[in-house]
């Protein structure tokens, strides 16, 4: 039942995967003898550091894969909704083929950083806390919640889906260096209720002095559950808006 | 199987309606597809044929009316037994034949590999091939083969000839004839009329969202006449002839006058053997008059029936 949506996400998965175990094999092929980590005597390679790539990795590949309800809608709901099962139980079979990838891609970038690590011998310089759990789940969760985010936009479109889902993304950094322009109270209470739903405020970090970083500095597990809850909220959305549909 | 046997591929549509916001698409259809028959729903562009398959099939919501399948609403188990073929591809550009195959293979309990390959071989498709580099026939074709390997039990099929060349529409024909005599009740819409009048047993003509005719191809040619007359001069008045609730329509050609006539000719024909008409005769209709008499005399009807 999962094979259509199996072949789907690999169009899409493959060539990231391919781009990324490229970038991999041309770090791991550099000599160590070019690679200076600094005049430190304990130099320190957190680990998070590979968990930001891989949720940005993941979160862009969310975002494309993100419009996969909107692409039935363009011209093959005649097919889909004429399968032996329920409009529901076919959008979640498809969701969750989606998020199997998304999670995927993540592993597999973080391993790809690790692999670089390990190949130059660097990874006795690896740190991990008791921050880094948090962190992993943090940015685990950030490319499920840029996938509700794309889905919740596009459910309902057809061929201009692609896109909408690629437009949030500039919507959400604009949303976001806003908050520090110099607005009216009434504006900057706006662009704060707004960029709660904005998946770029729990997966960034700011110093102290920013004025977004009374948006940004937030627990690591706080950040995982705001995401988590835009993926829901976006995936619960999304499926609302495929149940009103008609072909 | 959809419900206990002896109905079990029944379509029963009762006063459907559906709007497209103040557009009346479908205007209280209601129609019976008896099971193992072959039933043809006919009407001009934009008359509601397909529209009326999508409330159907729960493509669309419908704003009133009920349908049933083996003498129950529609529930999506039941897809396992009943398949559509839409007239516009909705099949996948970015997969191949082959791939689409084993996706109807992993979703449909009664697939039948080959019955597929059977089908495949018949129409000539590469299934190297991706759908988007199919031509429009090719891809009905696909369609096709995919709705006939799933063993449906009642078969939809909007257009099934529709960009095919005359050998395929045949083969589509004796296959649909084929599967009907196996006790596949099958649905179909079609501007090719001589296709209809071969394959089908019954028929419904749509004409403006209204469901103007239905009944039995051969009950209709023997119920549906034309009389003919050819006047000396000038069409005389046909005043109470036009009129007459037996007369569908009466269309006239500079001397000729036809009038549409159903069941009782012998009343007609002495109203208007008193207009003294040089000849007069009675003519059985083909399912093309008995269409364009539903219908009316509306060019914009005919020429879209020809397209």
């Known amino acids: 039942m999962y094979y259509k949506e199996i072949l789907r996400v690999g169009k899409s998965f493959v060539p990231f995967v391919g781009t990324l175990a490229a970038i991999a094999l041309l770090c791991i092929a550099i000599p160590n003898s070019s690679i200076s980590l600094g005049a430190n005597v304990h130099p320190q390679i957190p680990i998070v550091f590979f968990f930001i790539i891989a949720g940005i990795s993941a979160a862009i590949l969310a975002t494309i894969i993100g419009t996969s309800l909107a692409a039935e809608n363009d011209d093959h709901l005649e097919v889909v909704w004429t399968l032996p099962a329920s409009r529901l139980a076919y959008a979640l079979r498809v969701m969750a083929v989606d998020v199997l990838g998304i999670i995927l891609l993540f592993a597999f970038a973080v391993l790809a950083g690790l692999a670089i690590i390990y190949a130059h011998g660097f990874g006795r310089y690896l740190v991990f806390d008791q921050d880094s759990g948090g962190q992993l789940l943090r940015f685990l969760a950030y490319p499920l919640a840029w996938f509700g985010v794309s889905q919740a936009l596009t459910a309902s479109l057809r061929s201009k889906a692609p896109l909408y889902a690629g437009l949030a993304w500039p919507v959400a950094i604009v949303l976001l260096l806003l908050y520090e322009a110099p607005l009216t109270t009434p504006l900057h209470m706006i662009l704060k209720v707004m960029n709660l739903i904005n998946p770029l405020v729990y997966g960034s970090y700011a110093s102290g002095t920013s004025v977004t970083a009374e948006l940004l500095t937030l627990n690591a597990l706080v950040a995982a559950g705001a995401l988590l809850a835009l993926w829901l909220a976006g995936s619960g959305v999304a499926l609302a808006e495929w149940r009103r549909l008609q072909a | ?307």
Request: proline fraction near 3%; charge should be neutral; aromatic fraction near 8%.
């Open chain 2, 1 to 307: 199987m959809i419900a206990g046997a002896g109905d079990a591929g029944t379509i029963d549509i009762r006063s459907l309606t559906k709007r497209y916001g103040s557009v009346l698409a479908v205007d209280d259809v209601s129609f019976n597809v008896p099971e193992g028959s072959i039933f043809g729903l006919l009407g001009t562009n934009g008359a509601g044929k397909t529209t009326t398959f999508k409330c159907m099939l729960g493509l669309a919501r419908a704003n009133s009316g009920t349908v049933y399948f083996g003498g129950r609403p529609l529930e999506p188990a039941m897809f396992q037994h009943i398949a559509y073929v839409p007239e516009r591809c909705a099949l996948y550009d970015w997969m191949n034949g082959t791939q689409h195959l084993e996706f109807y293979r992993r979703s449909y309990r009664n697939y039948d590999d080959a019955r597929a390959r059977q089908l495949t071989d018949l129409f000539h498709l590469d299934l190297r091939k991706r759908v988007k580099a199919l031509s429009k026939g090719q891809q009905t074709a696909l369609a096709l083969v995919l709705a006939f390997s799933i063993r449906p039990q009642i078969l939809v099929l909007d257009e099934p000839t529709s960009g095919l060349d005359p050998v395929h529409q045949r083969h589509v024909l004796d296959l649909m004839i084929s599967e009907s005599s196996a006790g596949t009740t099958i649905l179909f819409s079609s501007h090719q009329i001589g296709q209809v009048e071969r394959a089908a047993e019954r028929i419904a003509i749509l004409h403006n969202s209204k469901l103007v005719l239905q009944g039995e191809v051969e009950e209709l040619r023997s119920d549906e006449k034309i009389i003919e007359a050819t006047f000396d001069s000038d069409t005389p008045s046909l005043n109470g002839i036009e009129s007459d609730p037996r007369v569908r329509l009466v269309t006239r050609n500079g001397r000729l006058v036809r009038a549409f006539v159903r069941r009782d000719t012998d009343g007609l024909m002495k109203l208007l053997a008193d207009k003294q008409p040089r000849s007069l005769r009675i003519l059985y209709q083909n399912l093309e008059d008995i269409f364009l008499s539903a219908v009316g005399d509306d060019i914009n009807a005919a020429k879209s029936w020809g397209e």
